[in-house]
């Protein structure tokens, strides 16, 4: 399950890559670049619900099920906590920040008749917000004691 949530995280940070530096660029000071990004975003929005989705399931899930279990475990046989004070503060910002991005990207998608360079600023935000998620993710990683099942 892990992998299918890191697939689809994925997913969400590079459309937004791509939105951000190759679509939006591309059709800035275009007459028809309104149509071909309202165009361009309908499949945008598939992938990025889909991937939102899958995100927002298996992260409950590998949290919920994966973790919870091994977590009783640290306690079980672990005298320093300390450790497990600090997993569970950063996974907490990790999941507030996720809800942000879930937030911002559903309103991303909305379709609008402004046109596609308006919209370099929420999208450099929702990117910064992904790449923080995946470094807390990365750091969420290496702060685990237990092999990982």
Excluded at 104 to 114: E, G, R
Aim: aromatic share 8%; glycine share 10%.
């Amino acid at each position: 399950m892990r992998w299918l949530h890191v697939t689809s995280a994925v997913a969400v940070v590079g459309g937004l890559l791509a939105m951000r530096f190759a679509v939006v660029p591309a059709l800035a000071g275009r007459a028809d670049g309104a149509d071909v990004y309202a165009a361009v975003l309908r499949g945008f929005k598939k992938l990025m619900h889909s991937a939102l989705g899958l995100a927002l399931l298996t992260g409950f899930y590998n949290y919920g099920v994966v973790a919870a279990g091994s977590l009783r475990k640290i306690r079980e046989t672990h005298t320093d906590l300390g450790l497990l004070g600090t997993y569970n503060a950063v996974m907490g910002v990790k999941m507030l920040l996720s809800f942000v991005l879930f937030g911002m990207a559903i309103a991303l998608l909305k379709p609008s008749d402004a046109l596609p360079e308006t919209r370099k600023p929420a999208l450099t935000m929702n990117l910064i917000v992904g790449l923080l998620i995946v470094a807390l993710a990365a750091y969420l990683r290496r702060l685990w004691p237990l092999p990982l099942p």
